[in-house]
């Protein structure tokens, strides 16, 4: 069973970058399998601070964890301060997933924590390799866990 911690950039990234929560940040961080690091498409404050954001992944996470960048309020475009061109550029220099979701209108929420599940499964779970193994009546092929 997997495990989702949270955590806002307007309550808690200064608090991180004066130190006075580093060891929960760490904790969070320390272990994680996947990470989604969020911005508000109609904040662009949210949208600078990925970079600070990113950093403290880097330097608290496994370098294995995997990293989606997700851009929400998909649906206030009449709103919108960062454009999806911007957000995926943005992932693009990170070298991560990115996706646009509304938590208002339910848009790509499900889908963004399957994307994480599926490359966190897909890196965490054994291979099948496929092996041959001679016999008196010709090759037997059987699938085993490497």
């Given amino acids: 069973m997997g495990h989702c911690w949270t955590g806002t950039f307007q309550d808690y990234h200064e608090h991180i970058l004066q130190g006075y929560d580093i060891l929960n940040l760490t904790n969070m961080c320390t272990g994680a399998h996947g ?13 600078r601070a990925v970079d600070n954001w990113m950093a403290d992944v ?11 960048l997700v ?3 998909a649906d206030a475009d009449e709103k919108r301060k960062v454009s999806l061109q911007e957000g995926k550029d943005l992932a693009a220099h990170y070298n991560v ?8 209108t339910a848009q790509n929420v499900m889908e963004a ?3 994480l599940a599926r490359e966190i499964k897909g ?3 054994p291979k099948k390799k496929t092996v ?10 059987c699938n085993n866990e490497l």
């Fill in 58 to 68: 880097d330097k608290f996470a496994s370098e294995s964890a995997i990293k989606l």
């Fill in 123 to 125: 890196k965490v779970m």
């Fill in 35 to 47: 990470i989604i690091v969020v911005y508000d498409v109609t904040d662009r404050e949210s949208f």
């Fill in 97 to 104: 997933k990115f996706m646009e979701t509304s938590a208002k």
């Fill in 113 to 115: 924590f399957s994307t």
């Fill in 71 to 73: 851009a929400n309020k």
């Fill in 132 to 141: 041959t193994t001679p016999s008196a009546s010709g090759i037997v092929r």
